[in-house]
């Protein structure tokens, strides 16, 4: 797992760097985790299945971001890991298993409203994926 | 005089135009080095007033509200190249504004104006974003704070309890119906106070009475979704709901106009259209970023997207902000019902009957208002993005209650120090579209601030200072420590010596719900 948080005044520069795109959506997965309880323990006893197309890998990057915020914001589903089935630069297919926030195990944290497209990029680089995304907190 | 203004006549009469000769400053150098592009070059106006020069495809120059250690605090921060980035967009009107409590968002700054032509502008969900009609509100209630005193812990205790704050945090006790909830986006506080949310008096006090011409038919079924449950609930990160108390007047004949005489109580409120608004601008991005490659506009930012004011692109995304600013206006009246019953609870029904609303305003919105730019009238869109309207004396648009002082303004700070109330005037009316600052600014990231905040126990500091702080989260707690923020007072002292805002009376908090 790569990932970091640069320096912004009020919002959140999230930082992914992954072997393969795959990695970059499973890192994406985990940082959503910890964004939302912390270091607590997450069980996988739901799961939701993700089918997302977009026109690029940044879009499809952020799409994906989104998702994961609206059923937590719907349902409190916190994301736990993820399960791919297929993944292009224009389309993913997968599980997210998790489970519902639970005051007794997870510490609420800072409500993320979305991922934004300010200095968004998703990129192949030698080694693998990149991906830069800012988030509005 | 000098003035960076470009919108209209000056309020003493004065004429300016956009090849104003500008100042050189001592000060000059330092700023072209602390931005990020070294071709950004900005030149002191006045003790006040900064101008970005124009330059390659900007259609206009950037004008910064700022004192000299304002502008220090921007060093590392791209807000400025952002100021720049909004006065690429087509159709700008007078220059792309930053308040003094600019700091870095995504596309526009936040504390970032710019107003669009009707005709050959645009509107970018960029400049309004995500928390649509995220604002502030302000209760006056009949007690003093040494009648508050006793029952301080009660009363945060009980906001804390009737109020839901942190993350997707939801009312049980008040699910609407899908028709309700197009009520809600059709009427907004119209809607709650015709549910018995409130005396129909409150209505007086709401920018644009709190309700905005909408069609939720333009806002998604996800939106819906994310809006069922959250009316009423204060939300997380900088919301809050805040008790505290006049601590210094500087206009009395306003003040008491405002119900503000020294002493009394005061209920602060801030939030917005929770997740309803976030998933409508999530959605209109999307519509907005095909828009910008249909018109063939140049973005310097893909996340300030945007689609030309007469598009039907343009309409629904107007249709659906307005919606979801219904949504923030209905949900700040229900917490007002809220705050209300709280006091009433602790206090008397007499004390809650007697509490009233001193005003309701937003400062994330775009709306088409009428403005003199350069001697002609025109109507344009004001986009506000952490920006407060400040409408001056005698705007036709002010309810008769408040048409002889002008609009109330509301500028909350961090939790630990003070806020303030201000009016509108004319010299924010001829030169920032009748708009002004709408806090303290951040100065601290948030990481920043959690690792200064960690090894201390901030809920306890804040009540040696005499702050009971009740919060869902302790995160969230560290991260809106004090310091993280710029003093408001220095903000406030820039809109007021600046003549863009005039300061009124200054309030102290002594609890704080957050989320």
């Known amino acids: 797992m790569s990932y970091r948080f640069l320096p912004h005044t009020a919002d959140l520069i999230l930082e992914i760097s992954g072997a393969s795109l795959a990695d970059l959506f499973n890192d994406a997965t985990s940082v959503m985790r910890a964004l939302t309880v912390g270091n607590g323990l997450v069980e996988a006893t739901e799961s939701h299945l993700i089918e997302l197309q977009a026109s690029s890998p940044d879009e499809l990057l952020i799409r994906f971001i989104r998702e994961l915020l609206v059923h937590f914001q719907i349902d409190t589903f916190v994301p736990a890991n993820l399960v791919i089935y297929r993944l292009s630069p224009s389309r993913i297919s997968a599980t997210v298993h998790g489970e519902r926030f639970d005051d007794s195990k997870h510490e609420p944290q800072p409500e993320i409203k979305a991922a934004t497209r300010h200095r968004l990029s998703v990129e192949e680089v030698e080694g693998g994926w990149h991906a830069v995304v800012v988030l509005d907190l | ?515």
């Not at chain 2, 709408?438 to 959690?450: E, I, L, N, Y």
């Open chain 2, 1 to 515: 005089m000098a003035c960076g203004g470009c919108v209209g006549s000056v309020v003493d009469g004065s004429t300016f135009s956009l090849g104003l000769p500008v100042a050189e400053a001592v000060d000059n150098r330092h700023i072209r080095d602390m931005t990020s592009a070294s071709s950004i070059k900005v030149s002191r106006i006045d003790a006040y007033r900064w101008r970005v020069e124009r330059s390659g495809r900007m259609n206009t120059y950037g004008l910064i509200f700022a004192d000299s250690d304002l502008m220090h605090d921007l060093e590392g921060d791209q807000c400025i190249q952002q100021v720049v980035n909004v006065a690429h967009l087509p159709g700008i009107v007078g220059p792309s504004i930053a308040m003094p409590d600019i700091h870095w968002g995504y596309g526009f700054p936040i504390g970032g104006v710019a107003a669009f032509d009707e005709h050959d502008g645009v509107v970018s969900p960029g400049g309004v974003g995500y928390d649509i009609n995220c604002g502030v509100r302000l209760l006056s209630t009949p007690i003093t704070i040494d009648d508050l005193r006793p029952k301080l812990a009660s009363l945060a205790d009980k906001l804390h309890a009737t109020i839901p704050s942190g993350v997707g945090s939801s009312r049980s006790d008040l699910k609407l119906t899908k028709a309700e909830l197009n009520g809600v986006l059709e009427r907004g506080a119209e809607w709650a106070i015709d549910r018995g949310f409130g005396p129909e008096r409150d209505l007086e006090c709401i920018e644009a009475g709190g309700r905005l011409s909408a069609d939720p038919d333009c806002v998604s079924t996800k939106a819906k979704q994310r809006g069922l449950n959250q009316v009423g609930t204060v939300g997380s990160g900088n919301h809050f709901v805040e008790v505290g108390y006049v601590d210094e007047v500087y206009r009395v004949d306003v003040a008491n106009r405002l119900g503000l005489s020294l002493g009394k109580v005061t209920v602060f409120i801030h939030s917005g259209s929770r997740g309803l608004g976030y998933q409508v601008c999530d959605d209109y991005l999307d519509t907005m970023v095909r828009a910008s490659a249909k018109y063939g506009i140049e973005l310097p930012d893909k996340q300030l997207c945007c689609a030309p004011l007469g598009s039907e692109e343009a309409k629904s995304y107007l249709g659906a902000m307005n919606a979801a600013a219904n949504y923030a206006f209905a949900n700040r009246q229900l917490m007002s019902y809220y705050a209300r019953r709280g006091l009433a609870a602790v206090f008397s029904r007499e004390t809650a009957d007697q509490t009233d609303l001193v005003y309701d305003v937003a400062h994330n919105i775009a709306k088409y208002e009428t403005h003199i730019v350069e001697g002609k009238t025109r109507r344009v869109c004001v986009h506000r993005k952490g920006a407060t309207r400040a409408f001056p004396p005698g705007h036709r648009e002010l309810n008769p209650r408040y048409r002889d002082v002008g609009q109330p303004v509301l500028i909350p700070g961090d939790m630990g120090r003070y806020s303030f109330v201000l009016t509108g005037t004319a010299g924010a009316y001829s030169e920032t579209f009748g708009s002004t600052c709408h806090g303290a600014g951040r100065r601290m990231s948030r990481h920043q601030a959690k690792k200064v905040a960690r090894p201390r126990n901030v809920v306890k500091e804040m009540e040696q200072r005499g702050i009971l702080i009740r919060a869902a989260s302790r995160r969230t707690v560290d991260e809106e420590i004090p310091e993280a923020y710029k003093d408001v007072a220095k903000v406030v002292d820039v809109v007021h010596s600046a003549g863009i805002g005039r300061r009124v009376a200054r309030l102290q908090p002594v609890a704080v719900v957050k989320g």
